[in-house]
């Protein structure tokens, strides 16, 4: 094998990675432009922007810009990192109930609030503002762009709301 593919990052894993998903995510948008016009709208945002996402990675790790990550020393923080991806399935399956009892905008809020500081994010200030900042950007593309009908809290039934 030619050393200098491997030194610019043609045949590294993340590169690699990078193709698949690049393969992957344009064969999901071919797929999604049979869909009816309001069904492929969100599909084809969540697509082109994994898309530009993933090629701008794969330049990066081309010209050297970023690197891959190694760890040194694999045995140490392995438990920790093993109970942070716990808690992240965990903490997407209690989003779910919060989607049901408190609604798609309170349930984003406290599952991103949660999310963030599970993940080791302990600057508050910047952990609200980025939440809610995310949480209208979701609210404006379910309301707004794809027009979808809200359901309504579960809390606001049992309390007469």
């Given at each position: ?6 030194k610019k ?21 071919y ?43 694999p ?17 997407m ?27 080791g ?18 609210y ?22």
């Open positions: 094998m030619d050393r200098s593919l491997i990052g043609f045949l590294s894993t993340g590169f690699l990675i990078n193709l698949g998903l690049l393969i992957v995510g344009a064969y999901l948008l797929l999604a432009s049979d869909y009816p016009d309001m069904a492929r709208t969100f599909p084809r945002l969540v697509l082109v922007m994994i898309l530009v996402i993933t090629a701008v990675d794969g330049f990066l790790l081309l010209r050297g810009k970023k690197e891959e990550t190694t760890s040194e020393k045995s140490e923080g392995v438990s920790r990192r093993q109970m942070k991806v716990f808690y992240m399935v965990v903490l399956f209690v989003y779910y109930l919060f989607l049901v009892i408190f609604s798609l905008g309170p349930g984003t809020l406290l599952f991103l609030l949660l999310s963030g500081w599970t993940l994010y302990k600057k508050a200030k910047r952990l609200i503002i980025s939440s809610v900042i995310i949480t209208a950007f979701v404006v593309i379910f309301r707004v762009v794809m027009d979808s009908i809200l359901p309504e809290a579960a809390i606001l039934k049992i309390f007469g709301g």
